[in-house]
C-alpha cells in the first residue's frame, strides 16, 4: 500500500490561545492531506460530483503527542491500512514535526458512499487507487 506525504507550515490562524495548534485543527489538517492525496490520484471534489459517489468517515481517533506550534514545519503522512470488511477500510495518519517527533495519530474507519442512495458502497477500482491501495495499470 501506498503511502502519502503533505507537507505544511503552521500559520497563526492554527493556534489558540494557549500559542499552539488548537485541537480541532489537527482534524482540519489531517483532512487537508487527505484531500490533497486522493485529488493527485484521480479522487477531487470534481470527481465526486461526477461521480456522485465519495469518501466518508465513519470513526477517528486522535492521540496527540507533542505540541504544534507557529511558523514549524509539519510533514502528514496517510495511508490505508487493512479492509475491516467489504465496505469499510482503515486509514492511518501520521503528523511529524520537522525534527522527526511525532506530533499527532489519526485513526480512521473510511468507506465509499453512494451520494444518490446515500449509503455505503463496495469500493471501487478506481477508489482503491485513489487511496493508494492498487494501482490502475
Known sequence: MESFHYEFQVIESHL?????????TYLTLFEQARWDFISLRGWGLEDIQRLK????????????????????????TSQCG???????????????KEDGSLA?????????????????????KE???AVGMTNLS
Open 16 to 24: 489558540d490561545t494557549f500559542g499552539h495548534v488548537n485541537n480541532a
Open 53 to 76: 459517489k465519495g469518501p466518508v468517515i465513519l470513526e477517528a481517533r486522535i492521540k496527540f503527542k507533542r505540541e504544534l506550534k507557529n511558523r514549524e514545519r509539519v510533514t502528514i
Open 82 to 96: 487493512e479492509p475491516l470488511n467489504k465496505l469499510v477500510m482503515t486509514m492511518n495518519q501520521k503528523m511529524h
Open 127 to 129: 477508489w482503491l487507487h
Open 104 to 124: 499527532a495519530t489519526l485513526e480512521l474507519s473510511v468507506g465509499l458512499m453512494d451520494l444518490e442512495k446515500r449509503k455505503l458502497m463496495e469500493p471501487t
